[in-house]
């Protein structure tokens, strides 16, 4: 058995702790997988051992400390894009946080992502380095690229603070196969007080799935499905949420990759789904696998899977000629960093 | 992993793990004598090998555990006692948030505690380890740990490095103190020292910090005591924390609270003999 499988257990039901024999292995899974934060407060007012809670207690202190540093970033970003007059739109662990939803309890939170109008990309770019962020990458294959083909700027870091900010300006890369509808992503955010935004219900649980399933080798993949099991059990109190949840998944070409974050919030951590989500995938349980792939040393396992799912994640991203080409562009550039 | 050691030091116990054995004998031969930890440990520290076959072909072992800096060169496996130790500092740096983390030595006497900060090289580690062997209850050489409620002084009585010179000012100490001599690291030529047993018998015992210096050695340097103004004093700590911006509002609290709250001062020295008189002038004057 897994020990990320016994952490999953414990985030779903908590009252689980006094039955935990192996607390190290438990904390190096959750940390490795970025779930400390998380499992420290939904273990809050368990009965544990005084050295387990003490070490929770510090958990739970310092995810308090990221709330503020990531709340200080957004205003920051705020008010260097504020002149712009431009939508700007949070997304994730930020956008939990300001929005003051419950996955934001305990969550970590690097780096700030933001989401503006496509068009408006270059201004926004000036006004961040006019305000102290500047290039993480010097490299100007790297940079085109992303420019080309990324749904966001190369990232940039600010100077002074050190705290990374990825502007996007739609959730997938351009080159894969689904194309959300990023102005109707835009359009149908909810306005925050002070001047900041955050994606409708529906469109934030489809942003949480198309980063989870449609993009990306799933690492930290435990973290981003306990986000879609905290947001879908909070908006599903809301009338109509599932029907305009399916609805808005259709509209962004992303309905496969909703249903199965549904599905495997479900079977993980018991979220309450529709009946009429949960049937069988021929693929879901190569998913969880990859999900799971961690032992009590905090260690990654099951390298031949993960080799699939990072095989995977270029694939979703790339037509194979353009992977092909681009893997061959990286190849020589390594073996030049490396001679 | 296929081997496994469980270690306790003041208040932090550590899990470490490696995929071989010599690093965990080395190690536990070093910490002989510490009391077994009970229950959970707060880190857990991997010494693997960096690919599979890394393990029998050229054995490099990189230093890896809850908390990791992606590009941290891996160690020879001679050196892997020391790549054990680097990996508890870096568990130390990265994740401790129980405590306000400064890199600095420290001493006690009297239930008082003498802390010491400065640039590596500044002979703060040497300077502890040597009060150490003198009628002082050794701490630490590497980190103080500051609690946050009540500001007291935990110990964190880990083996002391000693590096290249410092090595002859411990000629006279028991053989069976002393670690197997690393030459060759990226820090030189280093032989680890077990600190004296009372140290580790009472490494439960907090201390009150009584004062605070910041050492400069220089072979140069005629011996001098300068004041320190509490805003130099407030900057140099916030430099040698390596917590202090996470921990938020408890780290300033416990930060100023040191400042406020206890004397520091400068000391200039050209050797360690001349440095001691300077601590123990420093330390009567306290009364």
């Not at chain 1, 009252?15 to 499992?39: F, Q």
């Not at chain 1, 929770?56 to 202190?61: E, I, Q, S």
């Not at chain 2, 006690?108 to 150490?132: N, P, V, Y």
């Amino acid at each position: 058995m897994s020990a990320a499988r016994d952490l999953v257990r414990l985030l779903a039901d908590p009252s689980g702790a006094n039955g935990v024999g192996d607390w190290t292995a438990l904390l190096a899974v959750a940390r490795a997988e970025s779930l400390a934060g998380s499992l420290a407060f939904r273990l809050e007012g368990q009965k544990v051992p005084p050295r387990v809670e003490a070490i929770l207690a510090a958990a739970r202190r310092d995810a308090v400390q990221g709330r503020i540093q990531a709340l200080w970033e957004a205003e920051m970003a705020r008010r260097a894009l504020a002149p712009l007059g431009l939508p700007v739109i949070l997304l994730k662990g930020t956008a939990y946080v300001a929005a003051g939803l419950p996955a934001a309890i305990g969550r970590s939170i690097g780096d700030l992502d933001i989401l503006v109008p496509r068009a408006a990309l270059p201004e926004v770019e000036r006004a961040l380095l006019a305000h102290g962020w500047e290039w993480v990458k010097d490299d100007d294959y790297d940079d085109l690229y992303y420019r080309t083909w990324m749904h966001e700027l190369p990232p940039l870091i600010h100077k002074e603070r050190d705290r990374m900010i990825d502007v996007h300006h739609t959730i997938l890369p351009l080159t894969a196969r689904r194309r959300p509808d990023a102005a109707a992503l835009i359009a149908a955010s909810l306005a925050l007080e002070g001047g900041l935004a955050v994606l409708s219900p529906a469109d934030m649980i489809v942003h949480a799935a198309a980063h989870l399933f449609a993009d990306g080798d799933l690492a930290g993949g435990l973290r981003n499905l306990w986000d879609i099991d905290r947001l879908l059990r909070h908006f599903a109190a809301a009338p109509d949420f599932w029907p305009v949840l399916h609805e808005r998944a259709s509209r962004h070409q992303m309905l496969a990759p909703v249903l199965r974050a549904g599905r495997l919030a479900n079977d993980l951590y018991g979220t309450p789904v529709p009946e009429g989500w949960r049937v069988w995938d021929s693929a879901d349980p190569l998913f969880k696998s990859r999900l799971l792939a961690r032992d009590g040393w905090g260690r990654a396992t099951r390298p031949a899977l993960r080799l699939g799912f990072y095989a995977r994640a270029h694939l979703l991203r790339m037509p194979p000629t353009m992977l092909a080409r681009h893997l061959w562009t990286k190849a020589r550039k390594g073996h030049r960093a490396n001679p | 992993m296929r081997h496994r050691l469980d270690l306790a030091i003041g208040p932090v116990a550590f899990r470490i793990g490696s995929d071989w054995r010599a690093p965990l004998d080395a190690l536990r031969l070093l910490y002989g004598g510490y009391p077994a930890p009970e229950g959970v440990a707060d880190f857990t520290v991997r010494l693997e090998a960096e690919r599979p076959w890394r393990r029998f072909v050229r054995p490099s072992v990189a230093i890896r555990g809850d908390y990791i800096l992606p590009d941290a060169a891996p160690l020879s496996l001679a050196h892997g006692l020391l790549a054990a130790e680097m990996g508890m500092n870096l568990q130390m740096a990265l994740g401790q948030r129980r405590f306000l983390l400064l890199h600095a030595s420290a001493v006690e006497r009297d239930g008082r505690a003498l802390l010491m900060t400065g640039h590596s090289g500044a002979g703060k580690s040497t300077l502890a380890a040597l009060l150490g062997e003198r009628g002082w209850r050794f701490l630490g050489d590497e980190f103080a740990l500051v609690d946050l409620e009540t500001g007291a002084l935990h110990p964190f009585p880990r083996a002391i490095s000693l590096k290249n010179e410092a090595l002859a000012l411990f000629g006279d100490v028991e053989p069976d103190r002393l670690g197997p001599v690393l030459a060759g690291t990226p820090k030189g030529r280093i032989r680890h020292l077990r600190p004296r047993a009372d140290a580790v018998a009472r490494m439960a015992e907090t201390a009150r910090p009584a004062l605070i210096l910041f050492p400069r050695y220089g072979r140069d340097l005629a011996p001098e005591i300068r004041p320190v103004g509490s805003a130099e004093i407030f900057v140099r700590l916030t430099q040698a924390s390596t917590n202090y911006v996470a921990l938020g509002e408890p780290g300033f609290a416990a930060l100023s609270g040191l400042v406020t709250g206890v004397p520091a001062r400068a000391i200039d020295y050209p050797d360690t003999e001349a440095a001691v008189v300077l601590v123990d002038q420093l330390w009567n004057k306290l009364g």
